[in-house]
């Protein structure tokens, strides 16, 4: 089952998903939550390409993140996509990967790509996308982040380039 706005609220208000910032009224679409541009632009390979602001070419890939961080339940998984504003314009904020397991905590990496054939900037602070949440038959047996699972993003601070990337530059 999909929460609705009103499902959502009363789960941040009794801190059973919770989003940090907390977000404001104009974040709440019907059944999802706007979520922001965070600091940090990466390429593939980790390298840092700006802090703020950032001018996607066409046809370039980029790592990001949400502003927000969330933490999610035992209970609940969720969803994040692209804004359809930004994305008639041919930019797709989450290319792949956009499941986000029971027991996650941290700021959700963001995988940008410009599919158009013009330039568009990108800076922190835009709503970029949303996150959606529906609820479990039944809570999970292992959350994200249990040792067994080999969980590497869990507490996220900002933009992670790929687990493999980051081993390879070790």
């Known amino acids: 089952m999909i929460l609705s706005d009103r499902d959502i609220k009363v789960a941040l208000k009794y801190k059973e998903i919770e989003i940090f910032p907390t977000p404001l009224d104009d974040a709440f679409q019907p059944a999802s939550v706007d979520l922001r541009l965070g600091e940090g632009f990466l390429s593939v390979d980790g390298t840092k390409l700006a802090d703020t602001e950032i001018i996607v070419k066409p046809y370039d890939f980029l790592l990001a993140s949400t502003l927000e961080s969330v933490v999610l ?4 998984v969720a969803m994040l996509e692209g804004k359809s504003s930004i994305g008639r314009k041919g930019i797709f904020v989450h290319v792949t990967a956009g499941y986000i397991d029971p027991g996650w905590k ?17 800076k922190s602070g835009d709503k970029v996308c949303q996150i959606r949440f529906m609820r479990l038959s039944s809570p999970v047996e292992r959350m994200y982040g249990d040792s067994d699972l080999g969980s590497h993003y869990q507490n996220s601070g900002g933009t992670q380039a790929s687990y493999d990337k980051i081993i390879q530059k070790k």
């Open 106 to 122: 941290g700021r959700l990496t963001l995988e940008i790509y410009n599919a158009s054939s013009e330039p568009y900037t990108l």
């Open 73 to 76: 339940p035992s209970g609940i």
